[in-house]
Nanobody
């Protein structure tokens, strides 16, 4: 049974930092891109960052570029999101995602971890 577990969320003041982690288990995750999404209260879920399964490419939401950094440890099936210079508008539930690059493009999600940034 595939399981993704996020950790590292919490309450932080504006300008502070948090590091999110997401560990996956239950199958082999080679050829899986890894990413983070977030959903603020009353809004739709949005893409935040993604790292290719090779680790060679990263992609970011414009509003987090220069503040957030995604990285991965494929040996541990773990993806990280280092979040610096946090803003109140970063407040949301953050979800990790593992998506297969080959058909049938298996798509796995974690239950989410809450990040609250106070002003």
């Amino acid at each position: 049974q595939v399981q993704l577990v996020e950790s590292g969320g919490g309450l932080v003041q504006a300008g502070g930092s948090l590091r999110l982690s997401c560990a996956a288990s239950g199958r082999t995750f080679s050829n899986f891109d890894m990413g983070w999404y977030r959903q603020a209260s009353g809004k739709e879920r949005e893409f935040v960052a993604k790292i290719s399964w090779t680790g060679s490419s990263t992609y970011y939401l414009d509003s987090v570029k220069g503040r957030f950094t995604i990285s991965s440890d494929n040996a541990r099936n773990t993806v990280y999101l280092q979040m610096n210079s946090l803003k109140p508008e970063d407040t949301a539930i953050y979800y990790c995602n593992f998506r297969g690059v080959n058909p049938p493009h298996w798509d796995y999600w974690g239950p989410g971890t809450r990040v609250t940034v106070s002003s």
